[in-house]
């Protein structure tokens, strides 16, 4: 990882593998595939995380549910047009896969580093019980004039700390990848449930250009 601008988004993950492989899109004849991975949180919950792998990192046809794996990559974004409006989707972009035969309890299985750039107001809030809360978009660099846009959520003094952040600040984040669960409102009387993925912030910084 010597080149700079991959080194300002970087994520290992380690888990199972709960999905089959399926076909996501193609680039100069390299086909990419999505397969779900779950992650064991330290609170006994679990994160399911979408991974995106090209067929030239390993056989896509394989079974590989019930496998543990080890991933370094990237935690990137794109707009899908759905619905009269862009939608931004969110998966782990895999450079390197290992199988490993288990995960130990104290293994740090979900990491992830980023800097980039704040590219929305933040939205401070309270929660009914008072716990302080902060959104962030953070817009991070990739090659070719590309950006990912990845949204981070911020707990107690971190928030406190990045309310206060301008438009076009440089921040730099610590924490780890995770997936809520909420209803969209799809009519009147119809709601579904959708998954939402964002960066769990355990310690952030702003940085000087």
């Known amino acids: 990882m010597t080149d700079k601008v991959i080194e300002n988004n970087q994520v290992v993950i380690m888990g199972e593998i709960v999905s089959d492989f399926v076909f996501s899109h193609e680039i100069f004849g390299e086909g990419f595939y999505m397969v779900d991975v779950r992650v064991e949180?330290?609170?006994?919950?679990?994160?399911?995380?979408?991974?995106?792998?090209s067929e030239r990192l390993l056989d896509v046809n394989g079974d590989y549910k019930g496998m543990y794996i080890a991933v370094n990559g990237q935690f990137r974004s794109y707009n899908r047009h759905e619905e009269r409006k862009n939608k931004l989707v969110l998966s782990v972009f895999a450079r390197e896969i290992d199988f490993v035969d288990e995960i130990g309890e104290s293994t740090k299985s979900n990491q992830i580093y980023l800097?980039?750039?704040i590219c929305k107001e933040p939205v401070y809030r309270k929660t009914?019980?008072?716990?302080e809360i902060a959104d962030l978009l953070l817009a991070v660099n990739r090659p070719y004039g590309k950006s990912d846009y990845i949204p981070c959520i911020c707990w107690g003094r971190n928030a406190r700390f990045a309310s206060n952040f301008e438009?076009?600040?440089?921040?730099?984040?610590?924490?780890?990848?995770?997936?809520?669960?909420?209803m969209k409102k799809i009519s009147d009387d119809q709601l579904e449930k959708r998954v939402a993925y964002e960066v769990s912030v355990s310690k952030l910084e702003l940085v000087e250009d």
Do not use: F
Request: aromatic share 8%; with cysteine.
């Open 41 to 53: 949180r330290l609170s006994d919950s679990i994160d399911i995380i979408p991974l995106m792998v």
């Open 115 to 117: 800097d980039g750039y």
């Open 128 to 131: 009914p019980l008072g716990r």
């Open 167 to 182: 438009v076009g600040a440089r921040c730099a984040v610590w924490g780890r990848i995770q997936s809520r669960e909420y």
